[in-house]
Each structure stands twice: as C-alpha cells, then as structure tokens.
C-alpha cells in the first residue's frame, strides 16, 4: 500500500548510495504495492457485514455473496445486478411451456480439490438447497426436477413458469460445490438433509468451489482471507484477498487514507466529505437497492398495538420523509413500499407523504388517542454507512408526535435477525438486501411469505394480491409485468404490516492504484475484476 511504497522508497534510496543496487531484485516503483514481500498481489478490502457462514447453501447475509462469488461457480452471474450472464451455461433452451430450461455446461472445468465438475455437481447443489430448508431454499422451491442427461447436459423443470429464473440462478442458493467432497464432510441432497447434513461445519473452514480463490481462512468478525485458486478456468488478477471487519467508519477512512485497505465498503454519505479532495482515493457513487423498513407484527399477542392495521397506517403518516433524505443523503430514493426503484415498475413516495393530522386521527379510530409505549429494536448496525441508531432516534422523534413511545432497545445484529426471522419482535427496523435483483425477490413481503411470516402476516386469502403476484412471477410480458407490479405496490401502500423508510445510496471509496472497481448491489465487490497497478 502507499505508505510500504514510501518506505520502500526511503529503503532502497539508502542502498542505492551506500550499495550502488541499481539493477538489483525488486521494483522501486511500488508495482507490487500492497502486496507481501515475495511479490504477490494483495487486495485488503475493509468492512462491517453480518456474515455468519461461508456455507452458500446456508448464506442469507448482504456480504454473503462477495465471498460465494469467489469460491463458487454458477452456471449464471449477473453483475449489473439484473441482467444474467452465462458463466459456466455454454447454451439455454426454453421450452414452449416456459417451465423447461436446458442448460450445456462448460467442460474440463476443476474444483479446487482436482475434482471434475459436471452435472452431477450441479443436481447435487441445488437438491441439497431444496431439502436443506435453509434460508436459501424458497429460490429453489419452484425446481421441481432436475435431470442430467449426460455429464455436461442439465435440465430444469419448474412447477410454474419464472420470469426471473436465470436472475435466481446467479444467486449463492444456486452455486455449485463439490458433490464429492462435500458428501465426504457430512453433506447430503436426501430429503431428509435438514436433519442430516453437518458439512456446514467444515465448509466455515474449507472451501469446495471451482471459483477464483480458496479460503485461506475465516475468523468471524475479524478477518476473512482467501488464496487464488491457480486452477481456475478464467481470469485471476490477485493472489490473495483479506476482508478485514472494521466496525468503526472513521477506523475505515483513516486505513483507506494511509493504503492499510485498498477498498472501504463502509462510508456512507454522512462521512464521504472526509474523504474529498485526498490524495491517493477515489469516490464512485451509485444509487443503491437496499432499503430499511419498519416491521410491525401483525400476531397482537406479539405486536399489541402495532398489529392494529390503523396504528400501523399511522405510523407510515407520522414518518417525514423528505427530513429522512436529508439525512441518507444525494441519491437516496423513498420507494413507496415493497419495489425498489430499478426493479419493474417501482414506484415512490412524494416527499410530504407525512400527515400528521390523519396520523392522529386514526390513532384515535383504533382506541390508542392518549398513545402507548412500545419496544423498538434497533441493531448496533450501518446500512451503507448509515447508522440505524441515527435513523432509529429519527422515527422515535416522528412518532412521539402522534403519542406512540417507541422505547429503543438495541443489540447486535446477529442477535436482532435471529429473533426477526423467527418473528418474535413486536416492532423494529430491519434492512432488506436483494438476494437477486428482480422483483420476484421482494414478493417475500407479501402475506404467507418469507418476510410476511416474520411479521406474522399469514393471510393470503386475498385474491387481488396472489391474482398480481402470479402474473409478476411468471409474465414473460415486461408490460404486463410493469402493470402488475404497480397495482400490487398502490393495493399493499395502506394495507400492509411495514413502514417502508428509505432507499440507500451507495458510495464506494478505493485506492486510486485500484482499476475495476466497482460496487454492484449483490455481489458488492467482484474481486476478479479488480487489480492493483
């Protein structure tokens, strides 16, 4: 990094006076700058993520799929975030009934352990997501089968036709490990996989990808480092890459400043200016799709007064917004609920969407005139920079104004998914991260699904709202799609146990050294593409 290269400098000016070493061994122009003193290239990447296993058949977390990309091969990746790219898929076929999908894969293609990847790999994978009943496994729900019909040949048949199938394909729940391997560690594709398979275990220490790199080694909210993998089939720019967990944002910058880390995911707008006009770093700015929101659970033996539907409309009235852009910064988008801007057919919010005098009213319609105190969970936690304690004192402060006291209670994130995804809390701020960008991933909102479940929002008898989900899933139609995407958002807008608060923007902060650098909203960074000059 910058300042080894300053030292480096001073070092060989001293030998080339005292030695006369001027055409000896290394480079003085810092070409191997930020890497370990036999010349490898090393990337060192600074953030704060909540990963918790590097298990890609388990991972559900936002940093999750930086790390699967580069252990693990898919047959699609998507790197724009929308659009699939095929990676180890050489050709697809669609049949008639939109539910058939034939994929030839690459050949000659190793796993790290020397092993040869074929279609048996790629069943195995996605059947052991299926019967694991993860996190990850309502993406591979709709496979209803899969057939290999040779070593290189596999065959999807889906239950119902999807409109986003080759987008979910490049998500972690659809990478490939090595069946063998894996089988060998305590895995298993049978039905009875959620009871049986204990190779999560030895995955947290080993990798069995055919991706660029190898863990070296992971220890859980410290570091993270990987080794490329040097019998990758593609492109490999970087020897090593170390993730470092830095909590602390102006920990983040300092380190960014002196070349201790050559990218930091964690500066936010809030803090970027630290970092304006400084020599040696760039800035890239990016409207981003992770959104935080309110959860109110709809179980009143849970949720109490936050499962009435009018409390819950008061406090999406009671929220202002246009002061929540302000504080989230240039670039940030208030969708109007479960559809992100850059997804079909998201909608927004106007900025004075807030109402105070209809909050009021109808928190007297629902018996609560006088107002109530309530548990607000926030987790110690940024999303892109933004602290949740910030935005949580924001809504405390909005929501006093309509007699709701919302006494915060916060913990660390760990522990806050944990009790959102079994729905044990009343009323709290979550954040939402694609798993693969397209709409069909934010219907885990509605009732009956992945996120309705966690706020007990279990009725899915209304047939308007499952008449639009079915057209969203499986419309081949962009129109049509579009259509029912905005219909459903206007239908869910005052109906709906969530108060949708803001879209993030992104701001990526590198070495200037750096060439490919670029942030995308699932993978965050692609280390393939980046190279230290």
Known sequence: MKKRKMLWSVICLVMLTLAGCGGGGGSTDGSNDGGSSDGDNTLVVGMASDLKTLDPHHGYEVYGNMVYYAFYDYLYRSFDGST??????????????????????????????????????????????KN???????????????????????????????????????????????????????????????????AEKWLNSNSAGSGA????????????????????????????????????????????????????????VDNVSQLKDQEGVKIKNYVGSTTTFLLMN????????????????????????EELLKITGDKAVLPLDIVPKGFVGGLEKEKNYQDLDEAKKLMEEAGYKDGFDVKFTV?????????????????????EKIGINAKIETSEIGVVIDSYREGKEAFLMMHWHPDYMDINNQLAFLPGETVGERAKWMDASNAKIDELKKTIQTESDEEKRTAASEELQKLLAND?????????????????????????????????????N
């Not at 058939?100 to 790290?112: A, M």
């Not at 220890?219 to 993270?224: G, M, R, V």
């Open 84 to 129: 699939p790219e095929p990676s180890l898929a050489e050709s697809h076929e669609l049949d008639d009934s939109q539910k058939v999908h034939t994929f030839k894969i690459k050949e000659g293609v190793k796993f790290s352990s020397g092993n040869e990847l074929t279609s048996k790999d790629v069943k195995f994978s996605v059947n052991r997501v």
């Open 132 to 198: 694991l009943k993860s996190n990850t496994t309502h993406h591979t729900e709709n496979v209803e089968n899969i057939e290999t019909p040779d070593d290189y040949t596999v065959k999807f048949t889906l239950k119902e036709p999807d409109a986003a199938f080759l987008v979910k394909l490049a998500n972690n729940s659809f990478a490939i490990v090595d069946s063998e391997v894996v089988k060998e560690h305590g895995g298993t594709d049978a039905e009875d996989a959620s009871s049986k398979d204990t």
């Open 213 to 268: 790199y190898v863990l070296d080694k992971w220890k859980q909210n410290e570091e993270l480092s990987m080794v490329k993998n040097d019998d990758y089939w593609g492109e490999v720019k970087n020897d090593k890459v170390i993730c470092k967990e830095i909590p602390d944002v102006n920990t983040q910058i300092q380190m960014l400043k002196q070349g201790d880390i050559d990218i930091a995911l964690g500066i936010g």
């Open 298 to 321: 709809q179980d009143e033996k849970i949720g109490g007064p936050m499962a009435n539907p009018k409390v819950q409309e008061a406090v999406r009235k009671a929220i202002n917004y």
């Open 379 to 399: 987790a110690n936690f940024d999303t892109e920079g933004m602290s949740w304690t910030t935005l949580g004192q924001k809504i405390k402060d909005d929501l």
């Open 496 to 532: 709906m146990p969530y108060a949708f608060l803001v879209q993030h923007p992104k701001v990526l902060a590198f070495r200037d050294n750096l060439k490919g650098a670029d942030y995308y909203e699932v993978q965050k960074i692609n280390f393939q593409d980046v190279s230290i």
